[in-house]
């Protein structure tokens, strides 16, 4: 059974930092390509940062660039969503998405497999 599950959320005081963690089973992410979406109550779910799985290049939002940082291991059939700097517009529901294949654009409908989700709550 292919199953995505997201740890690492909770709440954050401006300025600080998270690492959220997406832990792949039933899968080897090796062939996936990733990504990290978020949602805020009211808003659609939009693409943070993604991954691919062939030469592991990176896609940011402007909002989160040169602050997060997305990265996978393999090894550990994991990925990665660095967080720092936090600001209380990043207060959101967080996703991981998978999807098989090499590359696949930042937006959710690429994407098949997701997680549950974490909550990320950013206090001013």
């Known amino acids: 059974q292919v199953q995505l599950v997201e740890s690492g959320g909770g709440l954050v005081q401006a300025g600080g930092s998270l690492r959220l963690s997406c832990a792949a089973s039933?899968?080897?992410?090796?062939?996936?390509?990733i990504g990290w979406f978020r949602q805020a109550p009211g808003k659609e779910r939009e693409g943070v940062s993604c991954?691919?799985?062939?030469?592991?290049?990176?896609y940011y939002a402007d909002s989160v660039k040169g602050r997060f940082t997305i990265s996978r291991d393999n090894a550990k059939n994991t990925v990665y969503l660095q967080m720092n700097s936090l600001k209380p517009e990043d207060t959101a529901v967080y996703y991981c998405?998978?999807?098989?294949?090499?590359?696949?654009?930042?937006?959710?409908?690429?994407?098949?497999?997701w997680g549950q989700g974490t909550q990320v709550t950013v206090s001013s």
């Open positions: 998405a998978a999807d098989l294949g090499l590359f696949r654009l930042c937006v959710s409908t690429e994407y098949e497999h």
């Open positions: 991954i691919s799985s062939s030469d592991g290049s990176r």
């Open positions: 039933g899968f080897t992410l090796d062939y996936y390509a």
